[in-house]
């Protein structure tokens, strides 16, 4: 067993480098018209702040029909609300603002890693901006990016109906500017860097496994 243990070594990396490969990797191809139809339909009944509503389905709509299939980075400039923003369809919550984002935080990670998607950056402002200094580009909380195979799994997250008593505590808690972008330059392809490191790990092991026969010889 000991002689094939390598190879079986070799094996088992090579299939954790496919399956990350493929989990990490775009699926589905461009939205077509009845997936955003079915999309946006759901979307609605979440129970997003009113007065925003309209205006969130309608960007939301013009961005899915404009698909281009790429992975998606989303800047969140997130702001602390100074109290709890309440109106219909919100739970019964009584904590503060910062205190609703933090449940959501806590719940949105599976919802994430579903869809192949996870926070790319997270940072909280040190100080006031250097420049832009209007009080709507300013004194943000948090700022993250999330990185998204595609905008087919933002929007089906968006509808998943156990995301809607979820993302209802961020619309709570915190006034939010949420901009989709796409990479320019940006780390190394991540299927990359973990193909590299096991394939690292691999050779590094088999290295020792020499090392070791050629000193008890």
Partial sequence: MRKYGFLILGVVFLGLFVSFWFWYSPIGGKLTREEIDRYIAMTEKVAAPPDAKQQMIANLRAWCEADDGKP???LNLLRDYKQLKKYSGTPDFNGTPEEANKVYEKKVMPFL??????IAYY???VAK???GFAPEVNNFSE???VRYPNRRAFVDMMADPAYAPVVVYKFMGTEMSIMPTESIAYL???RLVVGGLLLFIYMAIGWRRAARRKISA
């Fill in 129 to 131: 901006n250097l420049a």
């Fill in 143 to 145: 700022v993250l990016i």
């Fill in 113 to 118: 890693l579903k869809r192949a998607s996870f």
């Fill in 123 to 125: 940072g909280k402002p």
């Fill in 72 to 74: 998606v980075y989303m």
């Fill in 188 to 190: 190394p392809d991540m």
